[in-house]
């Protein structure tokens, strides 16, 4: 191993986290870790040293509520080159990956210790359907899912990269699946975190009665909890919070643009309905609001109306 990890960083020039031994007429594949967030990245070595492909995951943000983030690498190269890894970066309170396939039991692949950095990789068979893939402590039990929905796929197929993102909690999306409650103390003891409130939202707004959304791609992390606030139709306030920080930091789009929340950064974008998402030390919000005057000082006002010292019940 300690040759086969020398030879890849000779090949890549940097420092490596992760080898897996070339087997079966497929290369090595090496794996380290870079960036903010971190980002895994896997590289095909040939055993002359050639590199013959690289792939740079999605990346994201374990923690404990979300213990692992993921990606499906697959590369298809001329010469009959097919193969496939998942790469999985876990947090602090992991040990090792298990990555589940559609495939009978004696099928699947054996659990990956994770390295120094977090780093775990996975070889599936070519064309695999992951399942998903859980974060294990030290003992080998389950501490946390992450589903299919949550695993990015993506292929290099000759010099072409394409594929898709794993789904994220959608902040400052509208409603989503879930269900309604019947008042606050309950939705804090489904979700187990208080949710906080606005101290101020605008004038002839109706609260309606909390919502509680799971995370599509982690089930068993806490949900979401969502407020809302009604007037004359389209006007409405829609706030979204789970335990900080997400798995997948907002992005935001072409139009959108950073604002400070209480001494925060936010994401926001307005185009219609504004939409703001922002994290303090325990807790993501989004925050969606329509039909009110002055839309983004409306929002702005809103957000920082909420307390930034929200602490978890959970």
Do not use: K
């Not at 080898?19 to 290369?27: Q, R, S, T």
């Not at 605008?202 to 007037?231: I, T």
């Amino acid at each position: 191993m300690g040759g086969e990890r020398e030879r890849a960083e000779g090949a890549l020039g940097h420092c490596v986290s992760v080898v897996l031994d070339a087997v079966d007429g497929l290369p090595l594949v090496a794996g380290s870790t870079a960036g903010r967030p971190v980002r895994a990245r896997a590289a095909w070595v040939a055993s002359d040293g050639e590199v013959l492909a690289r792939v740079a995951a999605t990346g994201g943000r374990p923690s404990r509520a979300r213990p692992v983030v993921a990606d499906a690498l697959a590369v298809r190269l001329p010469g009959g080159l097919r193969d496939q890894v998942v790469v999985a970066i876990l947090a602090p309170e992991a040990h090792s990956a298990r990555v589940a396939v559609a495939a009978p039991a004696d099928e699947q692949p054996p659990p990956a210790a994770a390295a120094a950095d977090g780093l775990a990789l996975v070889r599936i068979p070519p064309g695999a359907q992951v399942v998903g893939v859980d974060a294990l402590d030290v003992r080998g039990e389950a501490i946390g899912r992450l589903a299919h929905a949550g695993v990015g796929a993506l292929e290099l197929d000759g010099g072409r990269l394409t594929g898709r993102l794993g789904a994220s909690h959608g902040m400052a999306a509208g409603v989503g699946a879930g269900r309604w409650l019947r008042d606050l103390d309950e939705a804090a003891l489904e979700a187990g975190f208080a949710p906080v409130l606005p101290g101020w939202v605008p004038p002839g707004l109706e609260p309606g009665p909390p919502r509680v959304e799971p995370d599509v791609a982690y089930p068993s992390a806490p949900p979401a909890v969502v407020s809302v606030w009604r007037g004359e139709d389209p006007t409405r306030v829609l706030l979204r919070q789970a335990p900080a920080p997400l798995a997948q930091p907002e992005r935001g789009g072409p139009r959108a643009r950073t604002v400070d929340v209480a001494g925060r950064p936010g994401v926001l974008n307005a185009r219609g309905i504004v939409l703001l998402v922002w994290e303090t030390s325990t807790r993501a919000f989004g925050l969606q609001v329509r039909g009110v005057a002055d839309p983004v000082e409306t929002t702005l006002r809103i957000a920082r109306s909420i307390p930034a010292d929200a602490r978890s019940s959970g």
